[in-house]
C-alpha cells in the first residue's frame, strides 16, 4: 500500500531548524548568545 507524501512538510521540516539556528546564532540574537556565553569577538577569532 502506498502512503501519501506530503512534500511541503517534508521540505519545511528539513529546513525549518537550518533556518531557526541560522538566526538564533546569527544576526538576531547572536550578539546576546555571545554574552550569555561569556564569549567575545576577540576569543572567537
Known amino acids: 500500500m ?3 507524501e506530503n ?3 517534508f521540505v519545511i521540516a ?3 531548524p537550518m533556518i ?3 538566526l ?3 544576526p538576531l540574537f547572536g ?3 555571545m554574552r550569555m556565553m561569556n564569549l567575545t569577538e576577540e ?3
Open 2 to 4: 502506498h502512503m501519501p
Open 7 to 9: 512534500w511541503i512538510a
Open 14 to 16: 528539513i529546513f525549518l
Open 20 to 22: 531557526i539556528g541560522s
Open 24 to 26: 538564533w546564532y546569527g
Open 31 to 33: 550578539k546576546m548568545w
Open 43 to 45: 576569543k572567537i577569532k
